[in-house]
């Protein structure tokens, strides 16, 4: 059982957008920032975004993160076939001494 | 360019040990937490531990599923990362992926170890 909770699938058409949702507490999200993953299966997982809502270079804007007391939601517009992965958000756990893995989104573009 | 080279999986029976090796390039190493991660295969991803850089005194955390059984350890002068796995279990059988905190975590592309008798 994940401190981080996020729902186990979200799907959608090409083009349109989707949000994912990562509820979290006071010891992990309310006081520290989230970063996500995105992982195509049988590959190493690839930071999309990180302190909350930043982007790496070559991670482009269609990708969004945001923050609110407890909880974080990374949307995703214009979505396309090759975004069809899992998604994890991620948070160092205070009370826990741990960085928190939510138990991962399956994004199915239909 | 940031890269993460992880080596050292194989097989192993219940009871034994391995140690992983993550070598690291295109980043200041020495300023960098180095986290281990683990996917068992189907399953999503698991927290192992990490250890922080030479001004936290190389402190370390880990999962309390590993508590007492893995070590992490570092050679800055080598810019290495390892993970000691000691009385191994069945239900360790899974990729080890290690990770550089630099904007988000950085990735290796993981090694497998496979705890079998």
């Known amino acids: 059982q994940s401190v981080l909770t996020q729902p186990p699938s979200v799907s959608a058409t090409p083009g349109q957008k989707v949000s994912i949702s990562c509820a979290g507490s006071?010891?992990?999200?309310?006081?520290?920032?989230v970063s996500w993953y995105q992982q195509v299966p049988g590959t190493a997982p690839k930071v999309l975004i990180y302190?909350?809502?930043k982007r790496p270079s070559g991670i482009p804007d269609r990708f969004s993160g945001s923050k609110s007391s407890t909880s974080a939601t990374l949307g995703i517009t214009g979505l396309q076939p090759g975004d069809e992965a899992d998604y994890y958000c991620?948070?160092?756990?205070?009370?826990?001494?741990?960085?928190?893995f939510g138990g991962g989104t399956k994004l199915t573009v239909l | 360019e940031v890269q993460l080279v992880e080596s050292g999986g194989g097989l192993v029976q219940p009871g034994g040990s391995l140690k992983l090796s993550c070598a690291a390039s295109?980043?200041?190493?020495?300023?960098?937490?180095i986290h281990w991660v683990r996917q068992a295969s189907g399953r999503g991803l698991e927290w192992v531990g990490r250890?922080?850089?030479?001004?936290?005194?190389?402190?370390?955390e880990y999962a309390a599923s590993v508590q007492g059984r893995f070590t992490i350890s570092r050679d800055d002068s080598k810019d290495t990362a390892y993970l000691q796995l000691n009385s191994l279990r069945t239900d360790d059988t899974a990729v080890y992926y290690c990770?550089?905190?630099?904007?988000?975590?950085?990735w290796g592309q993981g090694t497998r170890v496979t705890v079998s008798s």
């Open positions: 250890i922080r850089r030479k001004s936290e005194n190389y402190g370390t």
């Open positions: 991620v948070v160092w756990d205070e009370s826990l001494g741990v960085e928190a």
């Open positions: 302190d909350n809502n």
């Open positions: 006071t010891s992990n999200i309310g006081i520290h920032s």
């Open positions: 295109g980043f200041t190493f020495s300023g960098s937490h």
């Open positions: 990770t550089a905190y630099i904007t988000g975590h950085q």
